[in-house]
């Protein structure tokens, strides 16, 4: 880190400040998006927040400032965050500012028009049709009135699927470009053997991950469907509002032996569990625009790692898994059904193995080296 900040005040780069509300510890997407701005040519700066339960950030190729606030929930956290990222922004040297999701784009876009500096708004979601925001009316209100104001002089967008991307197009008559959250292009290397992650040889590995286990996730039903699954232990690693109460759902139908949790882990440490599975799951339920039109990070983590996937059936995730051929669409979310269907894969040899073989192909094309060009092209306008 020393040595490139000595070379920065050397060549003077342009300086790049990414913004995201997150702790950016488990964040994929920010990630790739820094070093793809390091292979531009700018200095890269990514500003997050620093919570109680944050862990110690991994050696970054770029700087990291995460924000001390004090202030960690609902709206309270939003309006501090706000503040402190909008006088972060003022009082801080920038060419270009980057601004992820609709929580961090009112301070980048005023502090772009007082500075005259350019802005890109790259939105991870249909933020205004998360079920938080459409359970919370003042809410909702309040942050889609930000988007109607802002959206409209926007010059860069970027989201995470085409389906969004019409959604937008079609809300604010704006060019909205398309970069899914791919992952880098890497050799599948396991760095730590089943004993060493405490996990057996003789049962099948069911795998669910993400950093958001919330409700509408399918989650429940999945630890219901368990009590007919057996020979196999189902791995739920992550955070979210919900994941307490699966804990206390788990222990009073009797599956403790069954299921094992793990909490969020940083990517490159999670990636050694998702390569040891042998069935990733995405069981999202079609309950509002957002979850119907998800692209989620853990279907291409499941595809990098060589995994078949078991998929509820939204339209996004439906086309990736029929296009590659990679792994099956559940048609409901009935306990019971869910059982059969993981039951009729894990059996089936065969096909689990073409599913594999098929993976590995979607892998080499659904890569960020591919994907991060439409990123690259706007990037180096601004050097």
């Given at each position: 880190?020393?040595?490139?900040?000595?070379?920065?005040?050397?060549?003077?780069l342009k300086r790049a400040i990414v913004s995201v509300t997150?702790?950016?510890?488990?964040?994929?997407?920010?990630?790739?998006?820094?070093?793809?701005?390091?292979?531009?040519?700018?200095?890269?700066?990514?500003?997050?927040?620093?919570?109680?339960?944050?862990?110690?950030?991994?050696?970054?190729?770029?700087?990291?400032?995460?924000?001390?606030?004090?202030?960690?929930?609902?709206?309270?956290?939003y309006a501090e965050f706000n503040i402190r990222l909008f006088f972060y922004l003022l009082f801080n040297k920038s060419d270009l500012l980057i601004a992820n999701d609709l929580d961090t784009l009112l301070p980048n876009f005023l502090v772009s028009k007082i500075k005259g500096i350019p802005l890109?708004?790259?939105?991870?979601?249909?933020?205004?049709?998360?079920?938080?925001?459409?359970n919370n009316h003042l809410a909702h209100k309040v942050w889609l009135r930000i988007e109607k104001w802002i959206f409209p002089h926007l010059k860069h967008v970027f989201t995470v699927n085409n389906s969004i991307a019409n959604l937008y197009k079609k809300q604010y008559n704006i060019d909205v470009k398309v970069v899914r959250?791919?992952?880098?292009?890497?050799?599948?290397?396991?760095?730590?053997?089943?004993?060493?992650?405490?996990?057996?040889?003789?049962?099948?590995?069911?795998?669910?991950?993400?950093?958001?286990?919330?409700?509408?996730?399918?989650?429940?039903?999945?630890?219901?469907?368990?009590?007919?699954?057996?020979n196999a232990l189902l791995l739920i690693i992550g955070a979210g509002d919900v994941i307490e109460d699966l804990k206390l759902q788990a222990v009073k139908l009797n599956l403790s032996n069954k299921i094992l949790f793990i909490p969020k882990l940083p990517f490159e440490e999670l990636f050694n569990y998702t390569v040891h599975a042998d069935l990733g799951l995405t069981l999202d339920k079609d309950t509002n625009i957002n979850y119907r039109f998800s692209l989620p990070n853990k279907l291409f983590d499941y595809i990098n790692a060589g995994i078949p996937v078991l998929s509820s059936n939204l339209i996004e995730i439906r086309n990736i898994i029929e296009t590659y051929n990679i792994g099956e669409i559940l048609q409901n979310h009935q306990p019971k059904d869910?059982?059969?269907?993981?039951?009729?894969?894990?059996?089936?040899?065969?096909?689990?193995?073409?599913?594999?073989?098929?993976?590995?192909?979607?892998?080499?094309?659904?890569?960020?080296?591919?994907?991060?060009?439409?990123?690259?092209?706007?990037?180096?306008?601004?050097?």
């Open positions: 880190m020393l040595y490139i900040c000595f070379l920065n005040s050397i060549i003077k997150n702790d950016l510890s488990t964040d994929q997407r920010v990630d790739k998006v820094c070093k793809t701005l390091q292979k531009c040519g700018f200095e890269v700066v990514l500003v997050g927040r620093q919570k109680k339960d944050s862990q110690k950030l991994a050696n970054r190729s770029y700087s990291t400032n995460r924000l001390q606030l004090l202030f960690e929930k609902e709206a309270i956290f890109v708004y790259d939105s991870h979601e249909y933020f205004c049709g998360v079920p938080e925001l459409e959250n791919i992952p880098l292009r890497r050799e599948k290397i396991i760095t730590k053997t089943k004993t060493e992650l405490g996990l057996t040889d003789n049962r099948k590995i069911i795998l669910l991950q993400g950093a958001g286990i919330n409700v509408d996730r399918g989650v429940e039903e999945l630890i219901e469907a368990m009590q007919w699954i057996n869910i059982a059969q269907h993981i039951n009729k894969m894990l059996a089936d040899k065969l096909k689990m193995l073409e599913y594999k073989k098929n993976t590995h192909i979607a892998a080499n094309e659904l890569c960020w080296e591919n994907e991060e060009k439409e990123l690259i092209d706007v990037y180096k306008k601004y050097l």
